[in-house]
């Protein structure tokens, strides 16, 4: 059996790999009409592939971990991503890319089935501090990827991005077969397609509404057709689980005040992280002539907001250890306290570059606790049997989350916009609104967090298999 420090380091390296396909595509994400020869919108899709794909594929594969195997279905998503990889650094055409980015989004649900071995395999004295590591890697592997992004697209053809990222896929494969012992958990059943394809159907719909309604108009019956008839579906879908045996998401378990008000949170939590992504990049990165900015490159901005991420890494094993003594709860509500603290702190203070420096670190202090008690909180409140399938469910609320302020945000900064050497760019007007809506997220986390129980009392729903 290979040391615990060892698996913890490979399911860490995993998370890295998985937040760092978020990040690929950033540094050359306002080139890519010009580099794919193709409209705007559809070089959106570039981003947007990777979103759904992500989003679908998280509770699924959690899921499919439960029942087959986690280390089995970890190694499937991490061969999808090289085959991703592989498919987008060899097309010079936008079908290829977005075709292999939504493969690359596969990858995304290692980190909540990785969360699930760590229950399983490690003693209970280091579950939290690895589940706090492990769940650093969201932000650390973003902080890392974005300069290095940066550096490989100033310095090389941008396809080698992708080569990068199936040379780290390659390596992860590796490194999981190696070292990760096979799953001796096993959920008993048959897997539910019905409940999937009803599941994606549904996602689909509604985050497509959200990630394309500033483009295609909020109002507009494209957007209405994938925003209701997705949430019709999921209404469907939800009748559908509680009257089956074996259903895809148990969610008369995911109903559990813990388990509802974390993932709650969740979204919460989601949205507050993604807005900063958004907000303070923007604001490194425009011009000063704007008035709204302070004229960094993206590699320079970059630097300034990777902290968070090293924050995040440094605070994990405290986490751990808040957690093993007092319960994941205060973590959660340390890390909205934080967040808080990070946007009420630059409404006062954005005039310097070590103003928007502070402000990071506080982000990176409250996604660290944040992001670390989530899936601490989901695993006291389920049974061993829904593990994967549970933090799978959590992984997609943080989702939903990101992927309403990208959408949420993105509108408030181009409504608040003036035209800039015959481009608009957003005013501060927009930026302060935009920090407004991401403290009132964290406000939001840190309300829903007090009223979470402390304790959860899961019950085992189904026997375990052998291998």
């Not at 909205?336 to 990176?364: D, R």
């Not at 049974?383 to 509108?411: D, I, K, Q, Y």
Request: proline share 5%; aromatic share 6%.
């Amino acid at each position: 059996m290979p040391s615990q420090g060892a698996m913890i380091a490979v399911l860490a390296t995993a998370g890295l790999c998985s937040s760092f396909m978020f990040t690929l595509m950033v540094p050359i994400q306002s080139k890519l009409p010009t580099l794919l020869n193709a409209s705007r919108e559809d070089t959106a899709w570039v981003v947007t592939a990777t979103l759904l794909a992500a989003a679908v594929i998280t509770p699924i594969s959690g899921r499919l971990g439960d029942m087959y195997g986690k280390r089995r279905i970890v190694l499937a998503l991490v061969g999808v991503m090289v085959v991703g990889s592989v498919i987008a650094a060899l097309s010079p055409g936008i079908v290829g890319i977005i075709v292999g980015r939504t493969l690359q989004g596969a990858i995304v649900g290692v980190v909540p089935l990785g969360i699930s071995i760590m229950r399983d395999v490690l003693h209970e004295d280091r579950v939290d501090s690895a589940i706090a590591f492990m769940s650093a890697t969201l932000g650390v592997g973003g902080a890392l990827g974005l300069p290095i992004s940066a550096l490989v697209t100033e310095l090389s053809d941008w396809h080698v991005l992708f080569w990068i990222a199936a040379g780290l896929g390659v390596g992860v494969f590796l490194l999981v077969l190696w070292i990760i012992p096979v799953s001796v958990l096993r959920t008993a059943g048959r897997f539910d397609f019905i409940g999937a394809a009803g599941l994606a159907v549904g996602l689909i719909g509604i985050l497509l509404a959200i990630a394309r309604g500033n483009e295609w108009g909020w109002g507009s019956p494209a957007v209405l057709v994938c925003g209701l008839g997705g949430l019709s579906v999921l209404l469907l879908w939800g009748w559908f689980e509680l009257r089956i045996d074996e259903p895809l998401l148990d969610l008369r378990v995911a109903a559990r005040p813990a388990v509802l008000l974390t993932n709650i949170a969740s979204v919460a939590m989601g949205f507050a992280l993604f807005a900063s992504n958004v907000v303070y990049p923007q604001m490194l990165e425009l011009p000063v002539a704007t008035g709204a900015g302070f004229g960094l490159s993206l590699l320079a901005a970059s630097l300034v907001v990777m902290p968070a991420g090293l924050v995040m890494m440094v605070l994990s094993p405290i986490a751990g250890r808040i957690a093993s003594r007092t319960g994941p709860k205060l973590l959660l509500l340390l890390g909205a306290l934080s967040l808080l603290a990070a946007y009420g702190f630059t409404l006062l203070f954005s005039s310097e570059v070590w103003h928007i420096l502070v402000a990071n670190i506080l982000v990176g202090v409250g996604i660290g606790f944040g992001y670390a008690s989530m899936p601490m909180l989901i695993m006291r409140s389920v049974p061993r049997s829904e593990t994967g399938a549970s933090n799978g469910l959590n992984a997609l609320f943080r989702s939903l989350g990101t992927s309403t302020a990208a959408a949420v945000v993105g509108a408030v900064l181009a409504s608040y916009a003036v035209d800039f050497e015959g481009a608009p760019v957003p005013t501060t007007q927009g930026f302060t609104l935009s920090l407004i809506l991401g403290g009132a997220a964290a406000l939001i986390a840190l309300v829903v967090a007090l009223f979470i129980p402390a304790k959860g009392a899961p019950q085992e729903r189904h026997p375990s298999l052998p291998e």
